[in-house]
T-cell receptor, first 115, second 113 residues
């Protein structure tokens, strides 16, 4: 299994809703990432978890709350989002995190629309 | 902090034309370099990567890239493009030993049949 699986594929939510994005991988990777990609723009790093500990938070607003319950799962909890948060949210994983000879495996993303 | 510059936002080619997409990065130390492709409606896929060794790397689907350290460049090439190569191409750089992968703004390639 060389896939990173993200659910749901599409999500529409209001500004007062609470929702969660889920990401799962079974490749034994110990680093997992959340990226945000607006239309026609490159992915922007949000968070990095390495060995289930948050190692990088790229100054992301607190309305985005990541969680890594175990080495295979990564969640992104959403609360009180703004319409400008509408984007494709990509999860990725890599073997160790920061080591050489690593590549990132990306999921298909969750297309989020905030109304 | 590192940065990545892709020279062209949009490229339009006819089938069988040759392709070269420019990528320059700024970082003083050792880097890992990547090209990712995003086909319409699909997720990012790795085309090729450079970590060390031969600066000319070959990837999937006939793509190759050359790392020129003196020019801080990692240009992507393909001798003859196909309609199915229509996609967005992202160059990315990661300082060796770090997790952060920085992407360029992307180049949208449109290949007309």
């Amino acid at each position: 299994d060389t896939e990173v699986t993200q659910t749901p594929k599409h999500l529409v939510m209001g500004m007062t809703n609470k929702k969660s994005l889920k990401c799962e991988q079974h490749m034994g990777h110990r680093a997992m990432y959340w990226y945000k990609q607006k239309a026609k723009k490159p992915p922007e790093l949000m968070f990095v978890y390495s060995y289930e500990k948050l190692s990088i938070n790229e100054s992301v607003p607190s309305r985005f709350s990541p969680e890594c319950p175990n080495s295979s799962l990564l969640n992104l909890h959403l609360h009180a989002l703004q319409p400008e948060d509408s984007a494709l949210y990509l999860c990725a994983s890599s073997q160790m995190g920061g080591e050489t000879n690593e590549k990132l495996f990306f999921g298909s993303g969750t297309q989020l629309s905030v109304l | 902090a590192q940065s990545v510059s892709q020279h062209n936002h949009h490229v339009i080619l006819s089938e069988a034309a040759s392709l070269e997409l420019g990528c320059n990065y700024s970082y003083g130390g050792t880097v890992n370099l990547f090209w990712y492709v995003q086909y319409p409606g699909q997720h990012l896929q790795l085309l090729l990567k450079y970590f060390s060794g031969d600066p000319l790397v070959k990837g999937i689907k006939g793509f190759e890239a050359e790392f020129i350290k003196s020019k801080f460049s990692f240009n992507l090439r393909k001798p003859s493009v196909q309609w199915s190569d229509t996609a967005e191409y992202f160059c990315a750089v990661r300082p060796s030993g770090y997790s952060t992968l920085t992407f360029g703004k992307g180049t949208m390639l449109l290949v007309s049949p």
